[in-house]
């Protein structure tokens, strides 16, 4: 038994709307408030563009275009055959339930696009020969690897925009550079087309009216397959041995580690690494939390005066190096501030040519000679 004519055009009109409002039918007399269960149209990554379409593309054929300079080139004017579907074969006079409404004959009402012969010869497209981009591919047969570009991609054309929209496909009854040979979109054969398929159907045959050429804009951008290709494949290594490859976070740990982010671009600072910044010290100084060098060439006797412990983190370190050798005429005093130590004493002194001392500290309260 076959479906019931209820059923098949409840499915035909009533289904593909619910669908699109998340719904599944399961009684076709509810209405879409009333049926319960979910439903979404499913699309493969490997159909979905995954790159910017041109607003307003180029006309030259075979040559590639970009949505902005220097930004990727996503599509390319081609022309395509156009080859007539068996199964759209029928006299729509004749025929109950295919008719259309101008009086015909029998012929082909159904018409597949594929790659002209000569593809991989006269196209800019890098990836021709590969893939689904090879001389006579049909569209179809590809299942969305490739597509044709839809008008609605574009504002260009609408009421109060700039522009035209160029990504409405043309049919040619032969030589496509002829204008005479273009069947208009309001011709009365009434025909429409499936961007994603390439399949023509024409309503109302008419045998001067058989479309031989196609003109349209075949994207060769990158689909979000390819995009996603390596995504979440990132190995992770400590010291050359590998911990994952299979990354869902990263989580920044230890005193002083600092994570930002600006613009998703994230900047790890992470303290207490091995930092060789110098600084030349000719005078009595107050040295900072981040003073790492000290080089010190004096005149005369100077001081230098640490800053607080609490704004080092723990195990920090610092060095400080009479670098003119003259510490035993002029002393190097170093102080701590409040009541904080050095080795338990509130200062130390550097007295003898080249002397040097290196110190690091608890981040609270103290400093250490080591």
Known sequence: MAKTNVTATQFAAKNKFKKLLGKTQVRPSLTDAQEAYPSNVSVPGAGVFAEPIPREPGTDYYTLYSASAGGPTTVEKVYFDCVAISDGYYDGDAASGDGGDESQTAGNHAYYLKLPAAYQTTSSNSNKGTGNFVNSKRLYLSRGGLQLIPPFTTDAGLPGAIGNNQYYVELYTGDPTNPSNKISSTDAIDWQFDYYSGIIFIQDYSASKIPVTASAYLYVGKYLD??????????????????????????????GVIATNSSNNVTVTIPGGVDYSRIAVTNTLTASVGSRILGVSASAALEIRL???????????????????????????????????????????????????????????????Y
């Open 226 to 255: 390819d995009k996603l290709d390596g995504v979440g494949t990132t190995t992770v290594k400590d010291e050359g041995s590998n911990i994952t490859t299979a990354v869902t976070s990263f989580d920044f740990v230890g005193p």
């Open 307 to 369: 800053p607080n412990a609490s704004g080092y983190t723990a195990g920090q370190y610092l060095t400080i190096k009479d670098e003119a050798g003259n510490a035993n005429s002029n002393n190097i005093t170093i102080k701590t501030s409040n009541s904080q130590t050095i080795d338990g004493e509130s200062q130390i002194t550097l007295e003898s040519p080249y002397a040097a001392v290196n110190l690091y500290c608890d981040g609270s309260a103290k400093f250490f000679i």
